[in-house]
């Protein structure tokens, strides 16, 4: 028996996606750029995924661009707004927690002279409001702000930045990278008022190799990736249809999202009252944080023995972002989280297929590791 609570990093593939990526590459192998009748029958099986994905979203299919992750996604967003508006402004407005697949690309722009403004987040993870507001001024051309923090949680404000970027007669587009949000939270674009939204497949128990730009009617990007017209110029390549059409499978099998949200919660506050009881764990998510995503911490024990520890026995965490692996949580660090706290994190993440049975497990792996590693100081 396992335990996988590693969900942040990636979902197993559920039934249909499985079926549906089976299917493409044995049915469904033309080209939809292909004029003949396999082509054709590629791109019907196209316009399906994409008319299934806009529906999540409550959407128009037009509005959809598969990409081959969700990195490659936030940097369609980011690189293609800002160089489409920077005669217009050169202020771009984000946080200090993103995930590198933005933050790196802030960097980038920041070293061909465009201004980023970084928002501070609290001991939560959570942004000061008053000074988003404050932050954007007229000369600022985009705001990129993460829906859900993929390390502790934390749900950003991202409503307000719409209200934010009136206020200040700003030509701002607005991006909000949703690859822990979608599936989990109900996510929809007009109601958030982005411009550009990024999501993932393998996140929401569908495979590798495919993600999403939402680009709501009307935005103009400069396309990143160059190369052809598929995609609406805006992502140049063949599109990757066995990923594409299992991210269809795995949209079919979204369940009621209250519910989902109700039962995480429901393992999430059991996880927390149990670890409570064990001594010597401290929680980092803040308690409005999505219940899919717990961040902890076991001071004294460095994260990777206490990982290997529990990997040893079958109960698979992470020791934070799989994206950052071998360097110290930015996130923590900007939540003024002590050294110790930080280098003994742990992140555990839920999906709809976790089980009490998996909390236990990893409870109990918790309590012998606490024990047994005090017994080796």
């Known amino acids: 028996m396992v335990a996988y609570l590693d969900n942040s990093a990636t979902t197993a593939l559920c039934k249909t996606a499985r079926e549906k990526t089976v299917e493409a590459i044995t049915e469904y192998y033309g080209n939809p750029s292909s004029l003949h009748s396999v082509g054709t029958a590629a791109q ?22 598969f990409t081959n992750s ?46 980023v403004v970084y928002l501070k987040v609290d001991r939560s993870g959570r942004i000061d409001r008053q000074e988003l507001m404050q932050a954007v001024n007229s000369k600022t051309i985009l705001v990129s702000m993460m829906f859900v923090n993929n390390e502790v949680g934390s749900v950003m404000p991202v409503e307000l930045i719409k209200s934010a970027v009136r206020k200040a007669n ?37 495979p590798k190799g495919v993600g999403f730009l939402y680009v709501r009617k009307g935005v103009r990007l400069v396309p990143y990736i160059l190369g ?22 795995a949209v079919e099998e979204f369940p009621n999202l209250a519910e989902q949200f ?11 009252s149990e670890a409570k009881k ?25 994260s990777q023995t206490v990982l290997n520890f529990l990997s040893d026995r079958g109960i698979y965490v992470s020791g934070g972002s799989a994206c950052s692996k071998g360097h110290r949580s ?29 909390i236990d497990m990893l409870l109990c792996g918790l309590e012998s590791a606490t024990e047994q590693l005090r017994r080796k100081m």
């Open 228 to 249: 052809g017209n598929q995609e609406g110029k805006i992502y140049s390549g063949t599109q990757p249809m066995p990923a594409i059409m299992g991210l269809w499978g």
């Open 330 to 358: 930015k996130v923590l660090t900007a939540m003024g989280l002590p050294p110790e706290r930080i280098d003994s994190a742990l992140r555990i993440s839920l999906s709809r297929l976790t089980t009490k049975a998996d």
């Open 44 to 65: 019907k099986q196209l316009d399906g995924a994409r008319a299934a994905v806009a529906a999540s979203l409550s959407c128009e299919p037009e509005e959809i661009v």
């Open 262 to 272: 109700e039962h995480a919660k429901l393992l999430r506050d059991y996880f927390v």
């Open 70 to 115: 969700g990195t490659l996604a936030n940097n369609a967003a980011i690189f293609g707004a800002a160089y489409a508006l920077r005669r217009r402004g050169n202020r771009i407005v984000t946080t200090c927690v993103e995930h590198p697949s933005v933050s790196e690309c802030m960097q980038k722009l920041e070293k061909e002279g465009f201004e």
């Open 170 to 206: 700003a030509p701002a587009l607005i991006h909000c990278d949703a690859v822990q949000g979608y599936g989990k939270l109900p996510v929809k674009p007009s109601r958030l008022g982005v411009d550009l939204l990024s999501a993932s497949g393998h996140k929401v128990h569908g």
């Open 278 to 302: 064990i001594g010597g764990i401290e929680i980092n998510s803040g308690e409005d944080a999505v219940p899919y995503i717990i961040n902890i911490s076991l001071p004294g024990h460095p």
